[in-house]
């Protein structure tokens, strides 16, 4: 197994243990099973090359209806959250509301289009305390920033009844769970680099 694989191996058990088996997305589990979603591994830690990709990584969603999402995976260069958390700041201003030209537009924006999620190892909350159980909602294998269709969420929201509610349910969840069942079941996610 090459380490893109296992990496992709690992944040799709990650996906399925962690995040549809306690129901942390309510809409993960469709696009899991219809495997719509598409996981773009790259080892880039410039800031800009990485704005280059997201943007690659939009344009590869506007060319692909059938491809429901992306999570851009980021094994090396984003240990430290505050620098994934400027990168995500990066592509919220360089990549979503930025103004580019392209299909004959001028002015074209993904603003309204695609939203970004982001995930970490060490995610933490501004309100919360780095031992808070509650970070656990947002941490993953690796560091990640999930690229979702505006419209396909606004239209799985509307299904859904009482949508504000989900974070303060899954904050209540994973409180309930205690930092050292959350953190043992992301650890678990990791697929044995060694394998062939």
């Given at each position: 197994?090459?380490?893109?694989?296992?990496?992709?191996?690992?944040?799709?058990?990650?996906?399925?243990?962690?995040?549809?088996?306690y129901n942390f997305c309510p809409f993960a589990r469709k696009e899991l099973e219809n495997e719509t979603i598409r996981y773009s591994v790259s080892e880039l830690s410039s800031f800009d090359d990485l704005v280059e990709l997201a943007l690659s990584e939009c344009r590869y969603l506007d060319e692909h209806p059938q491809t429901a999402t992306t999570l851009m995976i980021?094994?090396?260069?984003?240990?430290?959250?505050?620098?994934?958390?400027?990168?995500?700041?990066?592509f919220q201003s360089q990549v979503i509301e930025a103004a580019f030209e392209g299909n004959g537009l001028e002015n074209k924006s993904y603003e309204g289009i695609y939203q970004l999620a982001s995930f970490h190892p060490n995610y933490c909350f501004a309100d919360s305390g780095k031992d808070d159980a509650a970070n656990y909602t947002n941490r993953a294998p690796y560091a990640m920033v999930h690229?979702?269709?505006?419209?396909?969420?606004?239209?799985?929201?509307?299904?859904?009844?009482?949508?504000?509610?989900?974070?303060d349910k899954n904050i209540?969840?994973?409180?309930?769970?205690?930092?050292?069942?959350?953190?043992q079941l992301l650890s678990e996610c990791h697929i044995?680099?060694?394998?062939s």
């Amino acid at each position: 197994m090459s380490t893109e694989q296992t990496i992709i191996a690992t944040t799709k058990k990650w996906l399925e243990t962690v995040i549809v088996k306690y129901n942390f997305c309510p809409f993960a589990r469709k696009e899991l099973e219809n495997e719509t979603i598409r996981y773009s591994v790259s080892e880039l830690s410039s800031f800009d090359d990485l704005v280059e990709l997201a943007l690659s990584e939009c344009r590869y969603l506007d060319e692909h209806p059938q491809t429901a999402t992306t999570l851009m995976i980021l094994p090396l260069g984003f240990d430290n959250f505050d620098r994934y958390l400027d990168l995500v700041d990066l592509f919220q201003s360089q990549v979503i509301e930025a103004a580019f030209e392209g299909n004959g537009l001028e002015n074209k924006s993904y603003e309204g289009i695609y939203q970004l999620a982001s995930f970490h190892p060490n995610y933490c909350f501004a309100d919360s305390g780095k031992d808070d159980a509650a970070n656990y909602t947002n941490r993953a294998p690796y560091a990640m920033v999930h690229f979702l269709r505006e419209d396909d969420l606004t239209e799985a929201l509307a299904d859904y009844p009482n949508p504000e509610s989900i974070p303060d349910k899954n904050i209540a969840l994973a409180r309930r769970k205690g930092s050292k069942k959350m953190a043992q079941l992301l650890s678990e996610c990791h697929i044995n680099k060694n394998l062939s």
